[in-house]
């Protein structure tokens, strides 16, 4: 069985760093790419990147390019999305999900999403 | 702003039909699949359909999709109250070189 168990949820004040996690199992970690969608409060869903964990090729947003990074663990079948200095704008919920290809196709599984809050 | 276009809401009685559309452009829904996107509240996005019209197993064949030019629907006939959830609509966008979402429907059963 597929499934993308991320990190819980997580506290921040402006200016800290944060990495939260998505483990993977039930499949192939290196044979399909990971993607991050970010959900801002009563919003909608934003792709933020996505990274294949097989070469670590990775693609950013424009929206998100330069504001979080994103990296994977073969070892451990990890896929990780972190801040150098969160915002309060950066308060949402954050999910990984799977898909089999850097551009047209479906994000078949998703986790169950990590709660984000940045406050001072 | 989203890239693609949804109304924000809908609704129907149980065992109506409701029908939630999808507006984009040449770049992405023009070009591209169409993927559907089921969120009940409180839980994670769940896709329930790929390439425009075709659904993952468990999916019941009460939910059809389909798509014209560069807008697309999401049909859901016989409706019932676990229908409840916010519909988004998705597609790779050919200029952006990247995802793009609708900014989600929420279907109220009445």
Redesign the interface.
Known sequence: EVQLVQSGAEVKKPGESLKISCQASGYSFTSFWI?W?RQLPG?????MGVIFPGDADA?Y??SFQGQVSISADKSTSTAYLRWNNVKASDTAIY?C?RTRRY???????????TLVTVSS | Q?VLTQSPSTSGTPGQRVTISCSGSSSNIGS??V?W?QQLPG?????LI??NSQR?SGVPDRLSGSKSDTSASLAISGLRSEDEADY?C???DDS?????????TRLTVL
């Open positions: 993607a969608v919003k909608g869903l934003e792709w693609g947003s424009p999910y999900a551009g047209s196709a479906a994000f078949d599984y998703w986790g169950q999403g | 989203s591209n699949d993927y996107y839980t994670a996005p769940k896709l790929y390439r993952p988004f998705a597609a790779w952006l070189s990247g995802w793009v979402f609708g900014g989600g």
